[in-house]
Structure formats: structure tokens, C-alpha cells
């Protein structure tokens, strides 16, 4: 659509300056006890950010550049999925090592996660929730993150203390 700012036909085209800080990601990882449940004020800063900071550890424990994808809310729990399927690069990775660190919000937690892709009726709740979410931003993204391939890809992220 030509009358729309860049930022709405490609969401992903100046997230930059919107994320804040980068320095968060750089720290050393902290290694924890996984929790069960999200502080609210992380689960709420989280879910209602646009945008997500995701990076996955190298094999001697230190971050890899981070990479800028979609979160979603569903219910008390936060939700992520490759758009290029379970061959994406942060994808493979993750499933080396299942430690991420995210930023979002304002927070940087270090989490791990849960491969949710087989849960049909968990995944027509995250296509819900992804739809009604990003509903402003062409269907050219949106459609991607609710097709078998981004469903396949659907991890449950989990906070590490």
C-alpha cells in the first residue's frame, strides 16, 4: 500500500531504535532453575511488546547476535515461532542448546522453552493470538506466522531464575 509507512509494510524494517537498549543483550548468560511462571510485570511487558530480541547460545556459552521476531500472549504463558520454519537459523540453534535470552519491553530474562508444535488446539489459540495481534501489518507477514511451516516451529517460552 503506498501510503503506509515503511514500519507497517515491513514490521521488521526499523525495529532497531524501538527495542532500547542492546546492552542487556551482551551480559553473561545466567544460568538457573527454569520457573514455572512469569513474573507479571515480565508477562505483561513482554507480551504486549511488538517486537522480541531473541538470541541463542554459541557452543562456548556465549550469545550469538540477537535476531527480531514476533511474541505472542496466550493466556499467562508468551509464545514464539520461526516464520522460516524449523530450519531457521536461531531455530536450529535453539534446539542445540535450550537457553535464549529475550528482550522485549524494557525486560531481559534468560528462558528456556518448550517445542509446543504438536499441540493443535494450543496452536489455533497462538494463531488467534498472532492474528489479532499483528492484524495492522500486511498479510504478506502475518499469514507466514499462522501456515503448517510457523506452526511446526512454535516454541512456549519458559523464564529461567
Known amino acids: 500500500m503506498p501510503n503506509e509507512p ?13 527495542l532500547g537498549d542492546y546492552t542487556d543483550l551482551e551480559k553473561p548468560y545466567g544460568r538457573g532453575n527454569a520457573m514455572t511462571r512469569w513474573a507479571s510485570n515480565d508477562l505483561e511487558r513482554i507480551g504486549a511488546a511488538v517486537h522480541l530480541l ?4 554459541k557452543k562456548d556459552g556465549t550469545l550469538r547476535k540477537s535476531v527480531t521476531i514476533w511474541v505472542v500472549r496466550v493466556d499467562d504463558d508468551l509464545y514464539v515461532r520461526s516464520y ?11 534446539q542445540l ?17 518448550v517445542d509446543v508444535s504438536e499441540d493443535k488446539v494450543l496452536n489455533d489459540k497462538i494463531d488467534s493470538a498472532y492474528q489479532s495481534k499483528y492484524q495492522r501489518y500486511n498479510t504478506t507477514y502475518v499469514a507466514p506466522m499462522i501456515a503448517s511451516q510457523a506452526r511446526a516451529a512454535t516454541l512456549k517460552l519458559v523464564p529461567s531464575r
Not at 6 to 18: D, K
Not at 54 to 57: E, F, G, P, S, V
Not at 85 to 94: K, L, V
Request: avoid cysteine; aromatic fraction near 8%.
Open 84 to 94: 522460516h520454519g524449523r530450519e531457521s537459523a536461531w531455530f536450529r540453534h535453539a
Open 97 to 113: 542448546r535450550n537457553e535464549i535470552r529475550v528482550s522485549a519491553g524494557g525486560a531481559t530474562l534468560d528462558v528456556t522453552f
Open 6 to 18: 515503511t514500519s507497517i509494510r515491513n514490521p521488521f524494517a526499523q525495529v532497531a531504535p524501538a
Open 54 to 57: 531473541l538470541a541463542t547460545l
